[in-house]
Structures are given as structure tokens and as C-alpha cells.
């Protein structure tokens, strides 16, 4: 599971990070083409094709997001109803909308893994990229049979813990420590009524704190 957590993780950080790189170097190559003097150099590179690789690069990042929201509990749900009931009634409205959820995406990996098989056996490719569009589609059996793994993954590490997977929407990594860390130091603070608090001086108070 670690190896495929990484990979997932490493699949979703590369396309986003490929595809925000295409898409600023779009971006720059179109109004430098506008200077006269670097028009003649840069006319003789063609990114017609950003665009489209960018969709297809989001696309597959969409869909290997989703199963990752899955597993780190990310996606947003209505649960107020379902933490209204009692303990075993919860957990098996729980475990059935997981099982639900992996039903739901296992049909639409099926679909798209015939509609795929089906498209292969065709000539179609994309305007731009002359990309086999079986390659573009195959976003869908994989990152849909990704995301029922994950599903029944979440369900099996709640019949044995009783916990789920969550995640605070609120919360920004780094945020509380910065300012459980700058609320202990007051920098107007008087050591002996006569001296400015001073973190430099030697015989300064030092705090748990200040000490780091």
C-alpha cells in the first residue's frame, strides 16, 4: 500500500506540476510573439498543442484525485443524519454507502475499460497531438477501478478500527504552530519594568519557546 500511495501521490504531483509548466510557457511564448524583435524566433515554435495536452494532463490528475480524496477523506459529505444515529445503526449505513461507492465507480471502470477496448481498435486521435484517443479515455477504467479499491479499502479499515479517513477542510499545514510560537513572545514586554524584553541578551528569561 505504501508503494501505491506514493505512486498515486507522484502521478497527481506530476501532471500538475507538467501541466502548470505547459501552460505558463504558453502563456509567455503568445505575448512574446507580440515583440517585434523576438517575433521572427519564436514564430518558429508551435504551441497549438498546450492547450489540449493541459485538458488531458487534467483530466487524468481528476481522476487520480478523486480516489486519493478518497483515501485521505477529502471529499465533502451530508453525514449530519447518518451521526445521528446509534453505533451500529451509523455503522452500517457507513459501510454501505463505502460498498455503494465502490459498486458505483467498479461499473463506470467497466464501461470505460470496454468503451476503451472498443476505441483502440479505431484510428480516431486527437485534433492537436494526433494522440491515440484510447490513451485519453484510459483515464477513466483506471482511475475509476483506483477509486473502488479505495472505497473498499476505507471499508475494511472501518469495520476493523471504526474510524474513517478525515480531513480538516480549515486547517493549513504550518498555520497553528507559527502562531502557537509568535503568541508566546511579546516583543513590547518590559523584563524588569526598565528594559525592553530582548531575546539576545544573556540574562534574558528564556522560554521553551525562545530557546528554539
Known amino acids: ?72 477523506g477529502i471529499h465533502v459529505g451530508v453525514d449530519v443524519l447518518i451521526n445521528r444515529l446509534n453505533g451500529p445503526w451509523r455503522a452500517r449505513f457507513i459501510v454501505l454507502g463505502l460498498l455503494a461507492g465502490a459498486l458505483f465507480t467498479g461499473i463506470v471502470g467497466t464501461l470505460g475499460a470496454s468503451f476503451v477496448w472498443h476505441m483502440a481498435h479505431t484510428d480516431q486521435v486527437s485534433a492537436d497531438l494526433e494522440m491515440p484517443m484510447w490513451l485519453v479515455y484510459l483515464a477513466i477504467p483506471c482511475g475509476s477501478y483506483l477509486m473502488g479499491f479505495r472505497f473498499l479499502q476505507v471499508c475494511v479499515a472501518f469495520l476493523r478500527t471504526g474510524s474513517l479517513p478525515h480531513h480538516d477542510h480549515g486547517h493549513v499545514d504550518g498555520l497553528e504552530e507559527e502562531a502557537a510560537a509568535s503568541a508566546d513572545i511579546n516583543w513590547y514586554a518590559l523584563d524588569d519594568n526598565l528594559h525592553p524584553h530582548d531575546l539576545n541578551r544573556a540574562d534574558a528569561p528564556r522560554t521553551e519557546e525562545t530557546a528554539r
Open 1 to 72: 500500500m505504501t508503494f501505491l500511495d506514493a505512486l498515486e501521490e507522484w502521478i497527481i504531483s506530476t501532471l500538475m506540476a507538467a501541466a502548470t509548466l505547459v501552460i505558463f510557457v504558453a502563456v509567455v511564448h503568445r505575448y512574446l510573439v507580440g515583440v517585434p524583435v523576438l517575433q521572427d524566433a519564436l514564430l518558429r515554435f508551435d504551441f497549438t498543442w498546450a492547450q489540449e495536452l493541459c485538458i488531458y494532463m487534467f483530466v487524468w490528475m481528476a481522476k487520480f484525485g478523486a480516489a486519493y480524496g478518497v483515501r485521505t
